[in-house]
């Protein structure tokens, strides 16, 4: 499967189900706004919570309490596991990422580990063993 990227730069996903051992997952389904970058993988990333939470993570602040970074890399395990990507644009990405700056949980995430996310480097180091 030949990946343009240009094509699917900023995507959504259907509603999910959260996770159990984040904090939000009282914060009812989630639908996760997705930023790739070049290397396919998610560089920005913005959690919009059926509550109305809105949590973002980018390459620097890929994890806290209430989730995570994306790490899996645009390809066919990626549709697999999210589906058909619902494109956006640019402009509906950037709104929620701004908006997610004045969500409450904003002032409340703890610190990401100071590590890069380790994906990134497995990946850079040739050493990725993940989905293509």
């Known amino acids: 499967m030949s ?6 730069r900023f995507v959504k996903s259907r ?19 997705m930023a790739f970058e070049d290397d396919r993988f ?3 990333q913005v959690d919009a919570y059926e509550n109305g939470y809105l949590v973002r993570y980018d390459r620097l602040h890929w994890q806290d309490q209430f989730g995570s970074l ?3 890399r645009f390809g066919k395990l990626w549709i697999k596991h999210w ?6 644009t640019e402009q509906e990405f950037e709104i929620k990422w701004s908006e997610a700056e004045q969500s409450p ?3 409340l995430r703890h610190p990401s580990p100071e590590m890069r996310p380790p994906w990134i480097d497995l990946f850079e180091s ?3 063993q993940g989905q293509a």
């Open 15 to 33: 509603p999910q189900v959260t996770r159990d051992y984040y904090e939000s997952h009282m914060w009812g389904t989630v639908v996760v706004y």
């Open 83 to 88: 589906g058909q990507p619902l494109v956006i």
């Open 105 to 107: 949980p904003f002032a």
């Open 3 to 8: 990946i343009d990227i240009d094509s699917v």
């Open 42 to 44: 998610v560089g920005r």
């Open 70 to 72: 994306a790490d899996f």
């Open 126 to 128: 040739g050493q990725w």
